[in-house]
């Protein structure tokens, strides 16, 4: 089976084990793919059940996320598990978002391990409650050693704040005289972010439809792709995944230069693109 040449609409007319396939064959799969896990609390709603319903539903889709990520060759993975702002949420709902997350990581550590799966975290950990400190803690030190896949929970997490605390190290830098302003650059900065040493997604991805990046990886994101899906979380399967991992690999990623295969026109005169008179008979203007 040719799949070189298929594009997105028959890609996703294949099962499930020949789209698998094509992703693989096709190559340039990302190397660090980023979820905003949206639609848990639409798809409690629906079904008439409780916001935490939805919540405990979504654990599947991470389980999903992860072993497909695994079988296309997906070294990182970055879940936007809680922001700043869910701490704007009901009390209880945010107390029962803590010991939820205490108990997955209990219940899934096994088989994280088994799985070659390391654990990071992203954000201000210090908001987290003592006992939610603790479980991360004790999982991340569990998984250290594994190098199949690194799962990222970005937890408390705000992109404004991760670069304000970006900006404030690198002015503390400055200050003592550790860098000089020539010594500032890029690079220096990124010390300063949560996890400096995970690579920037190439992908982003949304669920439930909503289309923004609610302070999410600001920095990181400059250049990533992203993709937004209807698909509510707790919905979003292997299949959802390798078909956001198609989409990427038909897209040409630029960076701001031109592409390859687009012929530049040569111009005879530096002087000609500043010449007013001359883009007015092109462009057909008055002025």
Known sequence: MKVRGMDLKQLAALDDDQLLAAVRDRGQVPEHIAVIMDGNGRWASRRFLPRAAGHRAGRHAVRRSLRACRKLGVRCLTLYTFSQENFNRPAAEVKALWHFLQEALLAEVEELDQQGVRLLASGALDQLP???????????ERLDGNREL??????????????LQAALALARRLQT???????ADEEEFRRGLYSPELPD?????RTSGEARLSNFLLWQS?????????VLWPDFSERDLMLAVADFQSRERR???LPDRE???PVA???????PARWKRILKVDR
């Open 269 to 275: 005169k530096a002087a000609d693109l500043l010449d």
């Open 263 to 265: 012929p530049v026109t």
């Open 255 to 257: 960076f701001g230069a």
């Open 222 to 230: 400059a250049y990533s792709e992203l993709l937004i899906t209807p």
């Open 177 to 183: 005289g550790e860098l000089t302003e020539e010594q």
């Open 150 to 163: 690194t799962l990222n929970l970005a937890l408390a997490y705000g992109g404004r704040q991760e670069i």
């Open 201 to 205: 997604p190439d992908l982003v991805i």
């Open 130 to 140: 003592q006992k939610a400190q603790q479980a991360l803690d004790a999982t991340i």
